[in-house]
């Protein structure tokens, strides 16, 4: 058995874990870093890089660099429910250098962290490398086993960080509790070619017993399909005709084109989860991300939420990491800081869960109307608020490792 040693072990090349493994590499901290995919080529991962994440970016000095990869700026958020129409959130006014949402393939955010972060020798980034069960001395956390493609290895660590998503392995191994918070819809994901003539924006559309949103990728639309938890094989039983042509009256724009889902192959299910636990540590161990709280893919900001845990977990953990000091008490503040971000944007999910999916996707017969409170927010001043806070969550960090 191949025994590797090092500072921090971060199991899941996501958001979180890749942004962390850089963040601490930097910082002059030996990490190793494992993802169980040969490549970051995975579709349905979320492509909304908020103005937060481009103000990272910034602070790094890799904004340009990073802006001259492939993306369309979404400058305005748009909602339709029933014969209203909200505007959400516009970015103009914020005080960042990006005025903008980056709507950018996850997977060109996350090579494009990975090659920065290979600039750095304390780096080692290995790919078709699954963390399969927690290393323990006593009763603290000592490392990993993972399989890999020459075998099984050991990875010795003086602390672990779980960054592998929301269906997390070593949250499982640890025994932490989850808080479950439910979400009463799953998404139904799929492209459809754009054409020059289409809106830019994300358009969102929500009818009685549907809902459809819309994301730019230039030349297609990565749509998702709204449907009420657990009803995916109703749908699928109901048949391709009726998919299409409720796709088509939700987005009547889009019918010349709906030709193009000819099977269910194209059609990917996405099941969706909010959570949280409610204790992100223990000794050795620690869980950022969705490992710790998986996000609702409302608002888009899970990437996001990842990143600004890494940057806060790498401001806290790199000098005790390097003088080998991480405590109890340590991963302590990397969960006081960030579970009241997680709590407010979660509550806020729920808040829209509540009021305007779930009985939306409920109700069959008369057309939704948004609720009063999203009503409120269209006064001018008011429209502010929710920009801000698409843009930059509750609480945003800043690098400081
Ligand atoms: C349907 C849907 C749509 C979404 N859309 C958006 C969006 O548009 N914008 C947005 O900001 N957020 C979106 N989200 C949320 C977002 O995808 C997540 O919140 C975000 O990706 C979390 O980042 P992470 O790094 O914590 O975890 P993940 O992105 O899940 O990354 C975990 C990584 O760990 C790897 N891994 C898993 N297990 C292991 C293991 N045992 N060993 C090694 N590697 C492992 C996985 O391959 C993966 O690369 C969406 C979520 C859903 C469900």
Request: charged letters at 25%.
């Amino acid at each position: 058995m191949t025994v590797i040693k090092t500072t921090c072990c971060i199991a899941g090349g996501g958001p979180a874990g890749m942004m962390l493994g850089f963040l601490l590499a930097r910082a002059g901290v030996s990490v190793v870093v494992l993802e169980k995919h040969e490549d970051f080529l995975r579709d349905f991962r979320g492509d909304t890089v908020h103005p937060s994440t481009l103000e990272l970016m910034h602070e790094l000095g890799l904004l340009d660099e990073f802006l001259k990869l492939p993306h369309s700026k979404v400058r305005e958020v748009s909602l339709q429910i029933g014969d209203d129409h909200l505007v959400i959130g516009h970015f103009e006014h914020l005080p960042v250098h990006s005025k903008f949402i980056a709507l950018m393939p996850q997977w060109d955010f996350l090579d494009f962290i990975a090659d920065h972060a290979t600039r750095y020798s304390g780096f080692d980034l290995r790919m078709r490398s699954e963390a399969t069960d927690l290393l323990l001395d006593n009763d603290r956390v000592a490392g990993v086993r993972a399989t890999t493609p020459d075998g099984p290895i050991e990875i010795r660590a003086d602390l672990t960080v779980a960054c592998d998503g929301r269906h997390s392995t070593l949250r499982a191994r640890a025994g932490f509790s989850v808080e479950d918070l439910h979400a009463p819809m799953d998404l139904m994901w799929f492209r459809i070619s754009r054409k020059d003539s289409d809106a830019s924006e994300v358009v969102g559309h929500v009818e009685s017993g549907r809902m459809l949103v819309m994301l730019n990728r230039n030349d297609y639309w990565q749509c998702a399909y709204v449907i009420p938890k657990g009803t995916a094989d109703e749908v699928k039983h109901a048949g391709l005709d009726k998919f299409r042509n409720s796709v088509g009256d939700i987005s009547p724009f889009l019918r010349d084109r709906l030709h193009e889902v000819d099977n269910w192959d194209k059609v990917k299910l996405l099941t969706v989860e909010v959570d949280r636990l409610r204790r992100w540590y223990r000794a050795g161990l620690i869980c950022i991300g969705d490992a710790a709280h998986a996000m609702s893919p409302i608002g888009g900001v899970g990437i996001n939420l990842a990143v600004q845990d890494a940057v806060a977990a790498a401001n806290i953990l790199a000098e005790p990491l390097r003088r080998g000091t991480v405590t109890l008490d340590t991963l302590k503040s990397v969960q006081q800081r960030r579970e009241f971000p997680t709590r407010v944007t979660q509550r806020l999910q729920i808040m829209m869960q509540n009021n305007l999916i779930g009985p939306a996707l409920a109700n069959q017969g008369r057309r939704p109307r948004a609720p009063w409170f999203m009503k409120v927010m269209q006064w001018p001043l008011l429209q502010r608020i929710p920009g801000r806070l698409l843009a930059f969550g509750i609480r945003p960090e800043h690098i400081h490792a």
